[in-house]
């Protein structure tokens, strides 16, 4: 049931260039999935947020996003300290239908701010008994997060466009050099890398997170919408038919 | 303290909907609070055919306020009155159905469309949508047009008929007079703002359609005075909207002359918006010396 709750930040770092990492409690934590968001309200701003969720910790009732600094929204979130509380709506949108696949070993591919909802995937992948193999790109060696995080969990390799971490270049270079044997990828970041991933992986099976500016949050502005791909004539809601989609069920552009 | 007021085909409880294109079809914001609480719910505009809507990014945020290009999306009127409406029959709260179209003859068809409704107690003629290519502001900016399509809505309907105005005019008054010639039951104002916002870095407006309609607390000055400059130059109904984010909103809007009002951004920012201004209603009227929600209507003229 998705509801609004004003909540505790346990903890607030930052963990890479313009790149924080906030810890909330909620009785509701144990109810987020991977892949799904929160929708967060702030003071000097008339639209709420929309941030994925990182991880959860069942046991103490909370749960950890990641977000980075892209405009006034985003800089204003930056600010707030462990202590303080914001106002929240949980759990929003789909997640990742994890209970239907069978799965031996899964591709993550993640760029940027695509990352966090892909490590609690991961994690949960994990815990499953599912090998992972992670490929991560960042613009930069400053950007790079959680890489040690990934590793715990399985092969991982990093990818920055100007060659200053890891390999030089995309996710999609690395993903090149890779076996093929695995059973479903799973991609979030920006867009034109979700395309050149989805097209490099058509002969897969596969599911991706988008995202885009919303109003609402929950499905009825219809601001968020991704042609289908099925009927182009026809829309899906990221914010509540997604985010996440099957590869083959939305029209990118 | 009495929150109720009455206007034409509906009998409000209180004063409190929320405005079309803002609150879908209700289900959603049904999670978050019972739909009973509110005075009508004024539901997505419907047009004849299924619209797919404009490419995104569809919004942007602005100071105080939003734009938004969302070009009428919504799943047909057949749809809407076989999938949509039936839902919200559990609540004892009246539905204004929202009517869109392109020409004089879609507007009928909508209309009549509805009549087969059960669920509909009356219409909102949407004659002032900012982002659609064909139709919609071209009928809320010519008085001819106006009354036209107003009349044409009002012989095809059993039911009461409000015109959304457009603040995108030079006369708000010509054109409230023109839609009463036209037979119109009451009217809601305003609708959006034509507007725009520019990337620095991308060197481009940021709505892929250029411009939207800006709305929220932005717009409320503007909303105020021409809904204060109608009320004093004609009698009809009013329904208020822009920018309502708290009860001293609506009783601003009510002092100005709206009859009751409708809330649209806010619902984006808290989900909670309708119900919390509701109940902090009596109290703000109270405090301001009004005996109930009728006693303040117009009384913004008197000084």
């Known amino acids: 049931m998705i509801t609004k709750q004003l909540l505790q930040i346990i903890s607030h770092v930052q963990i890479a260039e313009d790149t924080f990492e906030v810890v909330l409690q909620s009785s509701l934590a144990k109810e987020l999935k991977p892949g799904q968001f929160v929708h967060i309200a702030l003071k000097n701003h008339m639209l709420r ?13 909370n749960f950890t996003i990641i977000f980075k600094i892209f405009g006034e929204g985003t800089r204003e979130l930056s600010q707030f300290r462990a202590g303080d509380a914001l106002d ?12 239907d696949l069978q799965l031996d070993h899964a591709l993550i591919v993640g760029g940027g701010i695509g990352v966090p909802p892909l490590y609690y995937l991961a994690k949960t992948l994990k815990e499953k008994g599912v090998k992972v193999t992670s490929v991560l790109g960042f613009q930069n060696k400053d950007q790079v997060f959680y890489e040690e995080k990934f590793q715990l969990l399985g092969d991982t390799h990093i990818a920055t466009n100007d060659g200053s971490y890891g390999s030089q270049g995309f996710v999609t270079d690395i993903i090149s050099g890779l076996p093929d044997a695995f059973d479903y ?10 395309k050149a991933v989805t097209n490099q992986l058509e002969a897969h099976n596969g599911y991706i997170s988008l995202e885009e500016r919303m109003g609402c949050g929950v499905g009825t502005c219809y601001a968020c919408v991704v042609p289908s791909k099925t009927d182009p004539t026809k829309s899906k809601k990221i914010c509540k038919d997604g985010p996440v989609f099957a590869a083959n069920e939305v029209l990118l552009t | 303290m009495s929150l109720s007021t009455k206007m034409p085909g509906l009998t409000l409880k209180n004063p409190v909907m929320p405005a079309s294109g803002c609150f879908g079809f209700g289900k959603e914001y049904s999670q978050f609070f019972d739909l009973n609480e509110l005075g009508a719910i004024i539901v997505k505009a419907a047009t004849r055919e299924a619209r797919y809507g404009n490419p995104t990014p569809r919004v ?12 009428l999306q919504n799943p047909g009127v057949e749809k809407i009155i076989d999938e949509e409406l039936p839902f919200l029959r559990q609540f004892d709260t009246p539905v204004i159905a929202n009517v869109a179209g392109s020409t004089v003859e879609e507007y009928e068809h909508v209309t009549k469309a509805l009549n087969r409704s059960e669920d509909v107690s009356a219409l909102e003629l949407n004659i002032s949508c900012p982002n659609v290519k064909e139709g919609g502001v071209q009928f809320g900016t010519d008085p001819e047009l106006a009354k036209e399509v107003t009349y044409a809505v009002k012989q095809a309907s059993n039911y009461p008929v409000y015109v959304k105005l457009s603040p995108n005019v030079a006369n708000i008054i010509g054109m409230a007079k023109a839609v009463a010639d036209g037979g119109a039951d009451g009217i809601s104002m305003i609708n959006t703002l034509t507007g725009m916002q520019i990337n620095l870095k991308q060197r481009k407006p940021i709505i892929a359609n250029k411009t939207g309609g800006l709305s929220g607390p932005a717009v ?16 009809l109904p009013i329904i208020g909207i ?11 809007y009510l002092l100005a002359g709206a009859n009751a009002v409708a809330v649209g951004t806010a619902n984006f920012q808290n989900p909670l918006a309708c119900p919390e201004i509701i109940q902090a209603l009596p109290d703000v009227l109270n405090k301001y010396g009004f005996e109930s929600v009728e006693d303040a209507i117009g009384k913004g003229h008197e000084a």
Request: with cysteine; proline share 8%.
């Open chain 1, 49 to 61: 947020r929309p941030v994925s969720v990182a991880g959860i910790d069942k046991e103490n009732n």
């Open chain 1, 88 to 99: 929240v709506i949980l759990p929003c949108g789909s997640y990742y239908p994890l209970d």
């Open chain 1, 185 to 194: 990828y799973f991609s979030c970041g920006p867009t034109p890398m979700l």
């Open chain 2, 60 to 71: 942007a945020e602005t100071a105080s306020g939003m734009l938004n290009a969302i070009g």
């Open chain 2, 220 to 235: 409320k000055p503007i909303a105020i005075r021409m809904i204060y400059e109608v009320r004093q130059a004609l009698d």
């Open chain 2, 242 to 252: 822009g920018g309502i984010v708290t009860a001293e909103d609506v009783v601003e």
